[in-house]
């Protein structure tokens, strides 16, 4: 059974930054599909960033493009999340999730249902 657990969540003051990790365990195949999504309180889950786990292909929501950074270490099946430059506006519980055997290219990257597997969360709080 897959099981994804976050961390790294926590409260930062405007400008702060932040790293989440996604731990991920019970896998069996080698090329997977990462998202980071957020959500707020009243609104859908947004995309953050994927990445490819066998060709470290990545992506971002424009929203977070060139202040976010996806990452992995393959040895620890883990991927990070590195939050620099923390706005209000980045307040949301934080969540992984994976799809197993693709490629982040060939799914819509963006929607929450084309993952399999959802860590529980971590809440990240910038405040201004």
């Known amino acids: 059974q897959v099981q ?4 790294g969540g926590g409260s930062v003051q405007t400008g702060g930054s932040l790293r989440l990790s996604c731990a991920g365990s019970g896998y069996t195949y080698s090329r997977n599909c990462v998202g ?3 959500q707020v309180p009243g ?3 947004e995309g953050v960033a994927f990445i ?9 929501a424009d929203a977070v493009k060139g202040r976010f950074t ?19 506006e980045d307040t949301a519980m934080y969540y ?3 799809r197993a055997a693709v490629d982040c290219t060939s799914i ?6 084309s993952y ?5 969360g971590t809440q990240v709080t910038v405040s201004s």
């Open 4 to 7: 994804l657990v976050e961390s």
């Open 116 to 120: 399999t597997y959802w860590g529980q």
């Open 108 to 113: 819509s990257w963006r929607r929450p249902n």
């Open 43 to 45: 609104k859908e889950r």
């Open 96 to 98: 992984c999730a994976a």
């Open 70 to 88: 996806i990452s992995q270490d393959n040895s620890k099946n883990t991927v990070y999340l590195q939050m620099n430059s923390l706005k209000p």
């Open 36 to 38: 980071w999504f957020r």
């Open 52 to 60: 490819s786990t066998s060709r470290d292909s990545i992506g971002y």
